[in-house]
T-cell receptor, first 113, second 109 residues
Framework: EAQVTQNPRYLITVTGKKLTVTCSQNMNHEYMSWYRQDPGLGLRQIYYSMNVEVTDKGDVPEGYKVSRKEKRNFPLILESPSPNQTSLYFC????????????FGSGTRLTVV | QKEVEQNSGPLSVPEGAIASLNCTYSDRGSQSFFWYRQYSGKSPELIMFIYSNGDKEDGRFTAQLNKASQYVSLLIRDSQPSDSATYLCAGDSSYKLIFGSGTRLLVRP
């Protein structure tokens, strides 16, 4: 089944404790992206990647890191999480060079206390 | 700041009626527009995309695009209670999709 897999689905952590949210797609998509979704603010792009070893900042990159060492994986790293990073996170991928129809992962609900 | 704007709703319609969802966008460079449906706590699911001015129909759904007015809409015919969800409009802009904050649709049985 074609899908984007995110883990974990739910995570509660403490301020400052490094964490990684994994994202993997099995569709051989070149383009991958991370979004966060907050009430009233909609989906905002954090980082995106056009291909292996090619990443760039989105609209809200502060406090996040990403890497794209393999085509299928695009992990999101929070080096020192803070409470304002409490949010619902989605990974997405698409086949085209730019964002055509995204396929979204199932989401990660992160709470930082 | 390039934006996509939607009325947050809720838009309430009776079962069997036509639901009309609208959005406007500010980036005249946007070429492609997408409608996603998102159930509470779930990930967005692509319903339709449209690239050209005019209408595009797929089953009960019709997307409409007017680039001169920078306006996109989604019509849902014969609305069902299962259509109750938040509908996100998105436009492409510089290697990303810019999303509106969504319109909540409630279909009353």
């Amino acid at each position: 089944e074609a899908q984007v897999t995110q883990n974990p689905r739910y995570l509660i952590t403490v301020t400052g404790k490094k964490l990684t949210v994994t994202c993997s797609q099995n569709m051989n998509h070149e383009y991958m992206s991370w979004y966060r979704q907050d009430p009233g603010l909609g989906l905002r792009q954090i980082y995106y990647s056009m291909n292996v070893e090619v990443t760039d900042k989105g609209d809200v990159p502060e406090g996040y890191k990403v890497s794209r060492k393999e085509k299928r994986n695009f992990p999101l790293i929070l080096e020192s999480p803070s409470p304002n990073q409490t949010s619902l996170y989605f990974c997405a991928s698409s086949a085209a060079r730019g964002p055509s129809g995204y396929t979204f992962g199932s989401g990660t609900r992160l709470t930082v206390v | 700041q390039k934006e996509v704007e939607q009325n947050s709703g809720p838009l309430s319609v009776p079962e069997g009626a036509i639901a009309s969802l609208n959005c406007t966008y500010s980036d005249r460079g946007s070429q492609s527009f997408f409608w996603y449906r998102q159930y509470s706590g779930k990930s967005p699911e692509l319903i339709m995309f449209i690239y050209s001015n005019g209408d595009k129909e797929d089953g009960r759904f019709t997307a409409q695009l007017n680039k001169a007015s920078q306006y996109v809409s989604l019509l849902i015919r014969d609305s069902q209670p299962s259509d109750s969800a938040t509908y996100l409009c998105a436009g492409d802009s510089s290697y990303k999709l810019i999303f509106g904050s969504g319109t909540r649709l409630l279909v009353r049985p």
